[in-house]
């Protein structure tokens, strides 16, 4: 997992309320296991008319947000089904950081375990940072997790709360087999010691 630690860019505004995992990533494109390939299918049903096209009412298919790393929303987002895709297809598109004033708990740890952060802020501040980000690639944000503040283009610091294990894993950008391997020293001599002791039990090789 890639580490994140100062993100500066400009921030799409996306103001709709309950935007669900569906319209995240549309579940006729859930047949891959791997991460990649599904951010040209992130939020589908908005960003393509019934012909494939383009829409070009869509914020993310206009400039200069096509290459926005920053998605500000309204409440309760990635509701719906418990889909690890719509991380997953978010991550793949470019997005970082999302930022509403509340999430759905799957989707909200999930962003997480995937790499991005997810910031819950009151939604007059998120109206406030919408405002900030309709006057385009200017008015650039930066999210800055070590301080834990987001700094609008004026300057102005907001500052957000995250998990200090949560912060301590993007910081580092490691995920759950990241966390496993920093102990791959101690493993190995468990292992070699139960091999030694208990011949019998099957081993674990960490590769």
């Given at each position: 997992?890639?580490?994140?630690?100062?993100?500066?860019?400009?921030?799409?505004?996306?103001?709709?309320?309950?935007?669900?995992t569906?319209?995240?990533?549309?579940?006729?494109?859930?047949?891959?296991?791997?991460?990649?390939?599904?951010?040209?299918?992130?939020?589908?049903?908005?960003?393509?008319?019934?012909?494939?096209?383009?829409?070009?009412?869509?914020i993310?298919?206009?400039?200069?947000?096509?290459?926005?790393?920053?998605?500000?929303?309204?409440?309760?987002?990635?509701?719906?089904?418990?889909?690890?895709?719509?991380?997953?297809?978010?991550?793949?598109?470019?997005?970082?950081?999302?930022?509403?004033?509340?999430?759905?708990?799957?989707?909200?740890?999930?962003?997480?375990?995937?790499?991005?952060?997810?910031?819950?802020?009151?939604?007059?501040?998120?109206?406030?940072?919408?405002?900030?980000?309709?006057?385009?690639?200017?008015?650039?944000?930066?999210?800055?997790?070590?301080?834990?503040?987001?700094?609008?283009?004026?300057?102005?610091?907001?500052?957000?709360?995250?998990?200090?294990?949560?912060?301590?894993?993007?910081?580092?950008?490691?995920?759950?087999?990241?966390?496993t391997?920093?102990?791959?020293?101690?493993?190995?001599?468990?292992?070699?010691?139960?091999?030694?002791?208990?011949?019998?039990?099957?081993?674990?090789?960490?590769?």
């Open positions: 997992m890639d580490k994140f630690t100062v993100l500066t860019g400009t921030a799409a505004p996306l103001p709709q309320e309950n935007i669900d569906d319209k995240i990533i549309p579940a006729r494109f859930l047949k891959t296991t791997k991460r990649s390939g599904l951010g040209v299918h992130a939020f589908d049903s908005m960003r393509y008319n019934v012909d494939g096209s383009e829409n070009p009412d869509f993310l298919n206009q400039a200069p947000y096509r290459k926005s790393q920053i998605l500000i929303t309204h409440d309760n987002l990635g509701c719906g089904s418990s889909r690890e895709h719509a991380p997953w297809a978010l991550l793949d598109f470019g997005i970082r950081c999302v930022i509403a004033p509340s999430f759905a708990d799957i989707f909200f740890n999930n962003c997480f375990k995937n790499g991005i952060l997810p910031i819950a802020l009151p939604r007059e501040i998120c109206d406030e940072l919408m405002a900030d980000s309709r006057m385009g690639e200017n008015a650039r944000i930066t999210i800055d997790l070590q301080r834990q503040v987001v700094v609008r283009p004026d300057g102005t610091e907001i500052p957000f709360e995250v998990d200090p294990l949560r912060r301590h894993l993007l910081l580092e950008g490691l995920d759950d087999i990241g966390q391997l920093q102990h791959e020293d101690a493993i190995e001599t468990f292992e070699a010691r139960r091999r030694r002791d208990e011949p019998w039990m099957p081993s674990i090789t960490i590769d």
